[in-house]
């Protein structure tokens, strides 16, 4: 597993990412840097250059709040600040760690994704 941390603005959120093909695909793209939207109220969400490698992954998954995923079928990035039912199509990455206060902000904002030291 990889720790990351998640930064919003001045505030760091530790993260972990998962021992999967997916997840060290993620991995490989760090430091990132990109605007999160909100997404019905349960999800930020934000547009990533490439999918992932899903390899082995199962087809569907049921996300938890602070569960950093990829929602294949459209490649974006979402971090989950609700619980949601299983969702066919959606890639666990990993889990933010503490608090998910940070990403309570409405309108867009930048995040940088980055390996913690």
Do not use: C
């Not at 999160?36 to 199962?58: C, F, M, Q």
């Amino acid at each position: 597993m990889t720790r990351i941390n998640v930064i919003v603005g001045d505030e760091v959120m530790p993260a972990t990412l998962d021992d999967t093909p997916a997840a060290r695909d993620f991995e490989s793209m760090l430091p990132i840097d990109l605007t999160l939207s909100d997404y019905h109220g349960i999800e930020k969400v934000a547009n990533l250059d490439r999918k992932l490698d899903d390899t082995g992954a199962p087809r569907a998954y049921e996300p938890e709040p602070g569960d950093i995923t990829q929602y294949r079928p459209w490649g974006n990035l979402a971090i989950f600040y609700k619980p949601f039912q299983s969702s066919a199509g959606l890639l666990r990455l990993g889990e933010i760690d503490g608090s998910l206060e940070p990403l309570m902000r409405a309108g867009d904002f930048s995040v940088r994704i980055e390996l913690a030291d």
